[in-house]
């Protein structure tokens, strides 16, 4: 079977965590997306990262450096380059369309990525609830407002970029999680999955 999940939205939304446990409770496998640019940012410092994106492996997504706040400045700045985005199209569509269905997270995959997706959701919350769980994963040394003007200028700079900006897909589900709890977000995500995937039998 193939059954596609596209789940988009800003920073610090919840949608990764959403995606992880979408994908473990149907069986599907997961690709955040986000990885991808992390790793060709990292990758392609003082090096063409069109030529990083063509040779990326899903090797390459192991790093246990794609996590930190300078791989997402890195990614963020090679994120609006056409060729890169090309480079990483049929990687991603792939992944989508393998067998036994895929989660994709990003800021794109519902309107770029994989416009035909049998379920699309777009998980966002607010920008202060997002800049206080990144401020938790950071640490106490951080500072709220600085945090909160990186995730204005992140969500500014998706928002805006001519390459696939991040905006909702029309047919896309709004979750917005600013006052829900992980588990509240997971279930509603999965019931609407379960209808679609109820819907093809």
Do not use: W
């Amino acid at each position: 079977m193939k059954f596609t999940v596209a789940i988009d939205g800003p920073a610090a939304a919840g949608k990764g965590t959403i995606a992880k446990a979408v994908a473990a409770h149907f069986g599907f496998a997961h690709l955040d997306t986000g990885l991808l640019y992390r790793a060709v940012g990292v990758l392609s410092q003082g090096d063409d990262p069109v030529k990083v994106a063509r040779a990326l492996s899903p090797d390459d997504l192991q790093r246990d450096d794609l996590r930190s706040a300078a791989a997402a400045e890195l990614a963020s700045k090679v994120a609006p380059n056409l060729d890169v985005r090309a480079a990483l199209l049929t990687f991603q569509r792939d992944f989508a369309r393998r067998e036994g269905g895929a989660v994709l997270d990003g800021r794109d995959i519902g309107t770029v990525i994989c416009p035909d997706a049998e379920v699309k959701l777009f998980v966002t919350a607010s920008a202060e609830v997002r800049a206080k769980r990144r401020l938790a994963e950071f640490g106490p040394d951080a500072s709220f407002n600085e945090v909160l003007a990186d995730v204005l200028a992140r969500d500014k700079r998706d928002a805006e970029r001519s390459a696939a900006p991040m905006k909702p897909a029309q047919d896309a589900l709004l979750l917005d999680t600013s006052n829900l709890s992980i588990d509240a977000a997971v279930t509603e995500a999965v019931a609407n999955i379960t209808k679609a995937l109820e819907g093809r039998r």
